[in-house]
């Protein structure tokens, strides 16, 4: 069974700082996706990855695949409170709809 | 246009009772998931739905059903309530059975006492 780990479990920063959250998983990711929950709210999607050495961006979000396909992380640059949330990885398993989630990031920007 | 509906939000029962939650999809979508959200964890796969006929179990008792309508909407039961099963219950819609793109409902917030 596939795990996927991520870290920190909890990060509390400051407006204007820079941070990164990891994911890693126990085998090749068939395809990494990142996403946000609010508070009271269902998981947003952000982004899907499936390369190896991808790098894709979404406005302050950096997004990176690992070469070897097990390993991700997100940078976030100058966060801001709304950024404020889970931040979760999930891999599609084999053949099927189902989504295989870590445990999550929670994230507090404070201003 | 309408995202995934579920309802009720908010629900308590206790031990013993059974429960029902519902889920409307994305109009067009066919495909309905469930998830089980603890407090402080990432969601876990409990049933898949595709075309009214089950595509995917996680691993969850036989307390916990499912079944999705001809209008593609979708209902969770859970029997035999347990203190361990409240959670938030994540319902999400997707066009096809392996179409990537799955999108989420708010959940239901289920308080087993």
């Known amino acids: 069974t596939q795990l996927l780990e991520q870290s920190p479990q909890f990060l509390s920063i400051q407006e204007g700082e820079n941070l990164t959250v990891y994911c890693n998983s126990s085998?090749?990711?068939?395809?990494l996706q990142w996403y946000r929950q609010e508070p009271g709210e269902g998981p947003v999607l952000l982004v899907t990855?499936?390369?190896?050495?991808e790098v894709k961006k979404l406005k302050r979000l950096t997004f990176q695949f690992g070469d070897a396909r097990k390993d991700s992380s997100l940078h976030i640059t100058a966060a801001q409170p709304g950024d404020t949330g889970l931040y979760l990885c999930?891999?599609?398993?084999?053949?099927?709809?189902?989504?295989?989630f870590g445990q999550g990031t929670t994230l507090q920007v404070k201003p | 246009d309408a995202g995934v509906t579920q309802s009720p939000t908010h629900l308590i029962k206790t031990r013993g009772q059974h429960v029902t939650l519902r889920c409307s999809p994305i109009?067009?979508?066919?495909?309905v998931s469930w998830y089980q959200q603890v407090l402080g964890q990432g969601p876990q796969f409990i049933f898949q739905?595709?075309?009214?006929?089950?595509?995917g179990r996680g691993n969850f008792p036989d307390r916990f059903s499912a079944r999705q309508f001809p209008n593609y909407s979708s209902e969770l039961n859970v029997n035999a309530l347990l203190l361990g099963d409240s959670a938030l219950y994540l319902c999400?819609?997707?066009?096809?059975?392996?179409?990537?793109?799955?999108?989420f409902g708010p959940g239901t917030r289920l308080l087993v006492l």
């Open positions: 999400a819609s997707s066009l096809g059975l392996l179409v990537e793109t799955q999108y």
């Open positions: 085998s090749v990711f068939s395809s």
């Open positions: 990855v499936v390369t190896g050495g």
């Open positions: 999930a891999d599609r398993s084999g053949n099927t709809g189902k989504l295989i």
């Open positions: 109009s067009g979508h066919k495909s």
């Open positions: 739905y595709y075309e009214k006929e089950e595509r």
